[in-house]
């Protein structure tokens, strides 16, 4: 019912800027913005982590205590496309981040969240 795929990942330097960008293609009859959306990533040797979500009507977003006050998570319903805007960027940022979308979904875990995209490499050099 939707396809999710990420773009903008990179390497950048520590104290560096990232723009992710998430495209959503839904088919006919369903409606992006019933869509809650969130990011998470997974760095080397750990398990997939929740980092940031957004209600479908882009009114209430959440984050992870980490990345609070430098990531920021937006959507455009026109476009179907979510963005996670990245600032002061560090090395433990360092991670394949996943764009995931669930019907109605409000939640930070995985289980929430049904569609996933392919994901994007962001690495942080110090």
């Known amino acids: 019912q939707v396809q999710l795929v990420e773009s903008g990942g990179g390497l950048v330097q520590a104290g560096g800027s990232l723009r992710l960008s998430c495209a959503a293609s839904v088919l006919s009859g369903f409606t992006f913005s019933r869509y809650g959306m969130a990011w998470f990533r997974q760095a080397p040797g750990k398990e997939r982590e929740f980092v940031a979500r957004?209600?479908?009507?882009?009114?209430?977003?959440d984050y992870t205590s980490p990345v609070k006050g430098r990531f920021t998570i937006s959507r455009d319903n026109r476009k179907n496309t979510v963005s996670l805007q990245m600032v002061s960027l560090k090395p433990e940022d360092t991670a394949v981040y996943y764009c995931?979308?669930?019907?109605?979904?409000?939640?930070?875990?995985?289980?929430?969240?049904?569609?996933w995209g392919p994901g994007t490499q962001v690495t942080v050099s110090s």
């Open positions: 957004i209600t479908g009507s882009g009114t209430n977003t």
């Open positions: 995931a979308g669930g019907e109605w979904s409000i939640g930070t875990t995985e289980s929430d969240y049904a569609y």
